[in-house]
Structure formats: C-alpha cells, structure tokens
Nanobody, 127 residues
Framework: QVELVESGGGLVEPGGSLRLSCVGS????????GAWFRQAPGKEREFVAA?????????YAETAKGRFTISRDNDKANTIYLQMKNLKPEDTAVYYC???????????????????WGQGTRVTVSS
C-alpha cells in the first residue's frame, strides 16, 4: 500500500513563493511517476505537474508552466517537490500528491483511477 504525505502549504501573498513536499512510503517508487493535483473550492480536482521517479521527465499544466517546478530528491528516495513562484490568488487550493504506475502524459490527462493520494496541503494566496 502506498502512503503519501504532503507538507509545505500555507498563506502567502500574491507574488510570493512556496515549496510543497510529498514523501511516499510503502513500496519502491522507482518505476512510478509522481504528480501534483489541486482542488480549489467549488471546483474539480485538476492536474498541476508530474515527474517520473527514475528519469525525472516532467510535464506541466499550462497554468503551471513558467511558475511551478516539479522535482524529485535524488538523496531522499520517494520524495518529490513542487516549487511555486509568482503565486496568484487563483492558485488557492488544496494540493494533493499522487503516485502511480502510469505515464505522466496519462496523469496530465487525468483519465486514470488511483488510490494513491495524500491528505492534501492547503495553499492560500491572499493579501
């Protein structure tokens, strides 16, 4: 069973930065991909970014390109990050980590079923 724990959320002013972390446990993640999704109040959960745990290939939602960077920790196995810069009020959401054995292009489309989700970390962008 995969367990994922997110951290790093909080309140930040527009234009500010945050780094989210996701630590996985329960299995070896080398053959999997990790991703960040978010769900804003009253909206559906949406894809943000994904990375392959082994090679580090990445893909981003259009809303994340140029502002967010997903990465994996080469020293800490099973850990991925989401560095967010130039945050906007519309980035306010609960951010969830996901890990699964599907291509990152599939993660970006969101057309897969997964039971591997963290509890989420809340990001609020407000002045």
């Amino acid at each position: 069973q995969v367990e994922l724990v997110e951290s790093g959320g909080g309140l930040v002013e527009p234009g500010g930065s945050l780094r989210l972390s996701c630590v996985g446990s329960g299995r070896t993640f080398g053959s999997m991909a990790g991703a960040w999704f978010r769900q804003a109040p009253g909206k559906e959960r949406e894809f943000v970014a994904a990375i392959t745990w082994s090679a580090g290939a990445t893909t981003y939602a259009e809303t994340a390109k140029g502002r967010f960077t997903i990465s994996r920790d080469n020293d800490k196995a099973n850990t991925i990050y989401l560095q967010m810069k130039n945050l906007k009020p519309e980035d306010t959401a609960v951010y969830y980590c996901n890990a699964d054995s599907v291509p990152i292009a599939t993660m970006a489309r969101g057309d897969y079923e997964s039971n591997n989700w963290g509890q989420g970390t809340r990001v609020t962008v407000s002045s």
